[in-house]
């Protein structure tokens, strides 16, 4: 079964057409990655598999089901600008998601509940490698740190999807090569799907399993938004995976 599956999706905003009869297909555990001109509809698509825009026209499916109309722990989102809340530390910062999953009135967890929770934030700020930052606030962490803990913070909620915006844009190089690593690392041990938008060629084939390029097939010099944006390459990348020496 697919876990995402999009089917001649248009987008339109006012007269402008942003996305046009795009047809999209993933199975769990592939590792997407959208590349493609600023202003061509990657973070619109994104967000439509987010579960927080609608197609105007088409159909989209999350496990063969119509698409969920909100977001929900089994898509997780990470973003360029990070998502910490600074006056809690950072293994609060990784339970405050599950607080509100399992207690959406109260927003506390005690007893066994709550050691489950701290668990289970340990094991994911491990995996991170961020378990000796444990007792640290946001500010006191890198820009690498804080970007670790904003992916600890989705995958706590063990994702079936995560999407990824350009997460390491605002990255020093060096880090951002350290945070490959690491989502390598993490995405072959727990095997969810991810789509990751990112200006950075290399970084897309180094990353995906297979690299998805959006553009417009057709263009209007007069109208530029007369025409919008589909899949019009869509690359098997998992050898040039394989090959990345570490
Ligand atoms: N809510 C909205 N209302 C009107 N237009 C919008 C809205 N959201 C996005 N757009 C337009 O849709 C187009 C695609 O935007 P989007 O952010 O998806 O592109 P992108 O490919 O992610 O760009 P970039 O690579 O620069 O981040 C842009 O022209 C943008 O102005």
Redesign the pocket.
């Known amino acids: 079964m697919n876990l995402v599956e999009a089917k001649n999706i248009w987008?339109i905003?006012?007269d402008?057409i942003?996305l046009e009869n795009l047809n999209f297909s993933m199975k769990e555990g592939e590792f997407c990655t959208l590349v493609?001109?600023?202003?061509?509809?990657?973070?619109?698509?994104?967000?439509m598999l987010l579960g927080v825009?609608n197609p105007t026209k088409g159909k989209l499916f999350f496990e063969g089901n119509d698409y969920p109309q909100e977001p929900s722990d089994e898509r997780g989102i990470v973003f360029q600008r990070y998502s910490t809340l600074s006056h809690l530390n950072v293994i609060d910062n990784v339970i405050i998601g599950l607080e509100f999953e399992s207690s959406k009135f109260f927003g506390k967890l005690f007893g066994s509940k709550k050691k489950e929770a701290y668990e289970k934030a340990e094991e994911i700020l491990k995996a991170v490698g961020l378990q000796d930052a444990r007792n640290k606030f946001p500010h006191e962490l890198s820009g690498g740190m804080k970007q670790r803990l904003s992916i600890a913070q989705s995958l706590v909620k063990k994702p079936k999807l995560l999407l990824l915006?350009?997460p390491f844009g605002a990255l020093d190089p060096g880090i951002s090569l350290d945070m490959h690593e690491l989502l390598l690392d993490i995405h072959s041990k727990l095997n969810f799907g991810v789509v990751m938008?990112t200006?950075d060629i290399s970084e897309a084939f180094k990353l995906g399993t297979r690299v998805l390029v959006?553009d417009k097939v057709k263009v209007d010099e007069k109208y530029p938004?007369r025409y919008g944006?589909t899949i019009v390459n869509d690359i098997d990348s998992s050898k040039e995976r394989k090959n990345v020496k570490k």
């Open positions: 987008k905003y006012g402008s942003v493609g001109p600023s202003g061509c509809g990657k973070t619109t698509f994104l967000r825009e915006d350009e938008v200006h959006f938004n944006s």
